[in-house]
C-alpha cells in the first residue's frame, strides 16, 4: 500500500466525477423535488412544503400499498430461505460434475431478463395457462392466480433465489465436512448435525441473503408491473405511475426517497445486528 | 456424503420451479394460433418470422446492444484506475469512494430512474443516447469494479514492487506488470456489465425515448398491451442467446466462478 496524498484522487476522479454529476446530484435535485408541490393546472408549484409528505401519510391508500409491498417482501424473502437454503446443502453435498452443472441452472435465470422471466409466469399462471390445463386434467376447478399478490410472491421467489443460494453456498463451502462426521459419530442425528452443527454456520450466508431479498423484493417493479396487474399496487408501480401517467412528481419523488429511506433503514439494522452477533460470539 | 431420495426429490422440485417459467415461453414461441397456449401436435415458426418483421422490435435490440456495448467499455475504462487507487493506495476518503461507486447495488434502479429523469429534463437531455449510455455506465461500475478489485487484491503485489525498484516508471508498471495482472477481472467485468446494461429494465423504462428505447423496455410495454404471441418468440430467442452466452462464459471461465464471484 503506497500512501500518497495526490495519485489515488487522481486516479479515481473521472469515476468520482461522473458518480457525483449523475448520482448525487440527481439525489439532491430529487430530495428538493419532494418538498415541492404539483398542481395539475400549472405543474410543479415553486416554493418549499411538506404538503407531499403529509398527504402521503394521512392518506390510508399509501399505507395500504407500503404495507402490501412489506408483506409481500416478507413472503417471499420466507420463502427463499426455506427453499434456497435447503437447495445449497443439497447442491452442495453432490459430487463433482453435478454440482456445478446444476448450481449453474439454478443460477443461470439471473442472467435472463426480469421482464422474459415475469412474461413466463404470466404464462405458467394465466387463467389458460399451464398450471390451470394441469389443474384442469386432475378434475380440479380452476383456479384466478395472475394479478394477486400470490401470483407476485411466486414470480418473486423465483428472480429473488439466486440471491440466496449464492451466499449460502459460499458459507457452506467454507464449511469443514468432518466436523459433520464428528458430529454423526459422537451419536447426533442426521436433523441434530443439521440444526445444531450446519445452520449455526451458514447464518451470516443466511442473513445476507435474506437482506439482499428482501430489498429487492421491495423495490421490484418489473414483476408487480407484469404479473400484480393493475389490481396489485406495489410502491415501485405506484412511483411508476405517478410519474409516468399522473405526472404528479414531487409525489413520486416522496414515495421513492421513503422507500430508499427504509431499504437503507432495513440494511443498517441488519448489518449491527449481525455485528453484535459476531461479537458475542467472538467472546468479546 | 450422499442426499436421501427426499433431498434428491426436493431438489427436482426446485429445479422444476426454476425451469417451469423458461420451458413454457419456448414452448409458446412455436404455436401456431393467436393465443398464447401451448401447442400441442401442430408446431409453427410464424411468431418467429413476425419478430423479425417487426422493425421497431430489431431496432431496439441494436439501441440495447450498442448501448450495453459502450456502457460496459466506458465503465471498465474509467473503472481501472479507480480500482488500482482503491487497492494500491491508502488515502483519506477510500472507504467513501468505494462506497459510491458500489452504491448502485444498494440504492434501487427505481430510484435512480427517477434520480436521472430529473437531471435530464433540468439539463435538456431527455431522450438522449449519449446521456442514456452514462446512465447505464453508473448502474453497471459496481460489476466491473467488484471483479477487478478480486483480481488486484488476489495478485503479487511483489512484482509490481520488484519491477519499480528495477527501475521501471510508474507507467511502465502499470502496463506491463498491473493490466495484464488485472486483465482477467477487466474481462469478467466487461461481460458482467455488459449483461445487465443488455437487461436492465427499471430506470431505463424512466429515460428511454422512443428513439432510444432498449429492448427489454420495448418487451415490457409489449407485454402490458397486447396478448400476441410473439412476446413468448422474443423471449425465447433471448432465452437462446443467453444460453449460447453462458455456453462461451463456462468455456472461457467456469460459469459457477462467474455468478458466484470469486472468494
Known amino acids: 500500500m503506497i500512501s500518497n496524498t495526490r495519485t489515488p484522487y487522481f486516479l479515481s476522479a473521472p469515476a468520482l466525477g461522473l458518480f457525483g454529476l449523475m448520482v448525487l446530484f440527481p439525489f439532491l435535485l430529487t430530495f428538493l423535488l419532494s418538498f415541492q408541490r404539483f398542481d395539475h393546472q400549472v405543474g410543479i408549484v415553486p416554493g418549499y412544503t411538506l404538503d407531499v409528505y403529509k398527504h402521503i401519510l394521512n392518506d390510508s391508500f399509501y399505507w395500504e400499498v407500503f404495507g402490501r409491498t412489506a408483506w409481500v417482501s416478507l413472503s417471499t424473502t420466507l420463502l427463499c430461505v426455506l427453499i434456497g437454503a435447503p437447495e445449497a446443502y443439497v447442491l452442495s453435498r453432490m459430487r463433482a460434475p453435478w454440482r456445478s452443472f446444476f448450481l449453474v441452472i439454478i443460477l443461470s435465470p439471473l442472467l435472463i431478463s426480469v421482464v422474459v422471466r415475469a412474461f413466463g409466469w404470466s404464462l405458467v399462471l394465466g387463467p389458460a395457462g399451464l398450471l390451470n390445463s394441469f389443474l384442469q386434467s386432475i378434475g380440479l376447478d380452476r383456479v384466478r392466480i395472475l394479478y394477486t399478490p400470490t401470483a407476485v410472491v411466486i414470480a418473486l421467489v423465483h428472480v429473488m433465489l439466486p440471491f440466496m443460494v449464492i451466499p449460502v453456498w459460499t458459507s457452506l463451502q467454507k464449511l469443514d465436512p468432518q466436523i459433520e462426521n464428528a458430529a454423526l459419530s459422537l451419536g447426533a442425528s442426521k436433523f441434530q448435525v443439521w440444526w445444531r452443527v450446519v445452520l449455526p454456520q451458514i447464518t451470516p450466508g443466511l442473513l445476507s441473503g435474506a437482506l439482499i431479498v428482501f430489498a429487492l423484493s421491495a423495490s421490484a417493479f418489473a414483476i408487480p408491473g407484469l404479473v400484480g396487474g393493475r389490481r396489485v399496487k406495489m410502491v415501485a408501480t405506484l412511483i411508476y405511475d405517478e410519474y409516468l401517467h399522473e405526472l404528479n412528481w414531487p409525489l413520486g419523488a416522496a414515495i421513492a426517497l421513503i422507500l430508499l429511506l427504509v431499504n437503507l433503514l432495513v440494511m443498517y439494522v441488519t448489518q449491527k445486528m449481525m455485528e453484535g452477533r459476531y461479537a458475542r460470539r467472538m467472546g468479546s | 456424503m450422499k442426499n436421501g431420495p427426499l433431498a434428491i426429490l426436493f431438489h427436482t422440485m426446485v429445479l422444476a420451479f426454476m425451469l417451469a417459467p423458461l420451458v413454457v415461453i419456448c414452448l409458446v414461441a412455436f404455436t401456431p394460433t393467436n393465443t398464447l ?227
Open chain 2, 37 to 263: 397456449q401451448i401447442p400441442w401436435g401442430t408446431y409453427s415458426l410464424r411468431w418467429f418470422s413476425a419478430v423479425f418483421e417487426h422493425s421497431d422490435l430489431l431496432q431496439s435490440f441494436w439501441n440495447s446492444l450498442v448501448l450495453a456495448g459502450l456502457a460496459a467499455t466506458i465503465s471498465v475504462v474509467m473503472t481501472v484506475p479507480a480500482a488500482i487507487a482503491i487497492t494500491r493506495y491508502n488515502f483519506a476518503g477510500k472507504q467513501l469512494v468505494q462506497g459510491l461507486l458500489m452504491s448502485p447495488l444498494i440504492v434501487p434502479h427505481l430510484v435512480l430512474g427517477v434520480a436521472m429523469l430529473r437531471l435530464f429534463t433540468l439539463i435538456g437531455a431527455k431522450g438522449s443516447a449519449e446521456w442514456l449510455t452514462l446512465a447505464h455506465v453508473i448502474i453497471v461500475t459496481p460489476y466491473a469494479l467488484r471483479l477487478m478489485i478480486t483480481a488486484l487484491v488476489g495478485a503479487e503485489q511483489n512484482v509490481e514492487q520488484a519491477a519499480a525498484s528495477l527501475g521501471a516508471n510508474r507507467w511502465v508498471v502499470f502496463r506491463r506488470i498491473t493490466l495484464p495482472l488485472m486483465l482477467p477481472g477487466i474481462a469478467g467485468g466487461w461481460i458482467l456489465a455488459f449483461i445487465n446494461s443488455f437487461d436492465e429494465v427499471t430506470m431505463s423504462i424512466f429515460i428511454t425515448s422512443p428513439q432510444t428505447i432498449t429492448l427489454p423496455v420495448r418487451m415490457y410495454m409489449l407485454a402490458t398491451e397486447s396478448i400476441d404471441p410473439m412476446m413468448a418468440a422474443v423471449s425465447a430467442l433471448i432465452i437462446a442467446l443467453t444460453a449460447v452466452t453462458m455456453f462461451a462464459l463456462d468455456r472461457l471461465y467456469g460459469l459457477d466462478k462467474v455468478l458466484v464471484g470469486q472468494k
